[in-house]
């Protein structure tokens, strides 16, 4: 059984900083690439942002220069930086793991809200 538990997610005002993480535990393969998804209210699911095992990193438009991903292959953990957050960040940000067998894991996701 693979778990991926997040945490960081909150309340921010424009302009200013979280910072999520993601754990994964019970995992007994190799992890590939980490990520991080978003879905706002009545939108779809959308890439933020992944990691591979090697450490490339990859973004969407939206984000670049202002979110950075990076992991803990040794603990298995992935953070998401973001600064400067706008309001149009505000989702269900979910957490996102491919494993060598086991295939892709989700989090249960966790609420950024950015609003003044």
């Known amino acids: 059984q693979v778990q991926l538990e997040e945490s960081g997610g909150g309340w921010v005002q424009p302009g200013g900083s979280l910072r999520l993480s993601c754990a994964a535990s019970?995992?007994?393969?190799?992890?590939?690439?980490m990520g991080w998804y978003r879905q706002a209210p009545g939108k779809q699911r959308e890439l933020v942002a992944f990691i591979t095992s090697l450490g490339d990193r990859n973004y969407v438009d939206a984000v670049k220069g202002r979110f950075t991903i990076s992991r803990d292959n040794g603990k298995n953990t992935v953070h998401l930086q973001m600064n400067s957050l706008k309001p149009e960040d505000t989702a269900v940000y979910y957490c996102n793991a491919i494993l060598r067998i086991l295939g892709s894991h989700w989090g249960q996701g966790t609420q950024v809200t950015v609003s003044s």
């Open positions: 019970g995992i007994i393969d190799s992890v590939y690439t």
